[in-house]
């Protein structure tokens, strides 16, 4: 089976850039989450989608980001415009419970914003 | 706010060493899970556990939940190098539907 799938692995941008993540989930399941990772902070939920309505987007630092989730197999997590505090690994992640058993994670998109 | 704190922060130790690192929190949770990260990769979940006092084995790994599920613990028995990583909590808490992580262990085995 297929894990959670994430593009692109890499990304570096200039600051002012837009910036646009992508995430498959693992199919059946009905719970999305963004993620954010540095070392300061940790890991940070930045937004949570439950049959691909957003649920709980308390996370998400201000206005310059935004998530979508078309339908049950795709999401996207934009930055615009990007700045250098921004740079960070974010990582999907979904789960099949409800509402936040066992999640599984993509192996992550590491943004450098210079 | 529901806060995981995890301890240690760092742990670098020699293979066939015995370790156990923390998970502890002032709040109450209905769930906890254990994951495992490594360099470049998301993190894998391990365990979950979801009854006070529960205590699961994963080989050379055991788990166990505190009775009054505010805490957990991971020991791992004669580490090897293949279990260095970044190992964090997350604590599903009661009438909230995202999981609280910590900031995790990062766990270095050596030859």
């Known amino acids: 089976d297929a894990g959670v799938i994430q593009s692109p692995r890499h990304e570096v941008t200039e600051m002012g850039q837009e910036v646009t993540l992508r995430c498959k989930p693992i199919s059946g399941h009905n719970s999305l989450f963004w993620y954010r990772q540095t070392m300061m902070r940790g890991l940070e939920l930045l937004i949570y989608?439950?049959?691909?309505?957003?649920?709980?987007d308390s996370g998400m630092p201000e206005d310059r980001f935004s998530a979508k989730m078309p339908n049950a197999s795709f999401s996207t997590l934009k930055i615009q415009p990007s700045e250098p505090r921004d740079s960070a690994v974010y990582f999907c992640?979904?789960?099949?419970?409800?509402?936040?058993?066992?999640?599984?994670f993509g192996p992550g998109t590491r943004l450098t914003v210079t | 706010t529901q806060l995981l704190e995890q301890s240690p922060q760092f742990l670098s130790i020699q293979e066939g060493e015995n370790l156990t690192v923390y998970c502890n929190s002032s709040s109450v949770f209905s769930s906890l899970q254990w994951y495992r990260q490594e360099p470049g990769e998301g993190p894998v979940l391990l365990v979950t556990v979801v009854t006070g006092g529960e205590v699961k084995k994963l080989k050379r790994l055991t788990f166990q939940f505190g009775d009054a599920r505010k805490d957990s613990s991971l020991h791992i028995t004669a580490a090897q190098p293949g279990d260095t990583g970044l190992y964090l909590c997350?604590?599903?808490?009661?009438?909230?539907?995202?999981?609280?992580f910590g900031k995790g262990t990062m766990l270095l085995v050596s030859p």
């Open positions: 997350a604590g599903e808490a009661h009438g909230y539907s995202t999981l609280t």
């Open positions: 989608f439950n049959n691909n309505v957003p649920i709980d």
């Open positions: 992640a979904s789960s099949a419970g409800v509402p936040a058993y066992e999640q599984y």
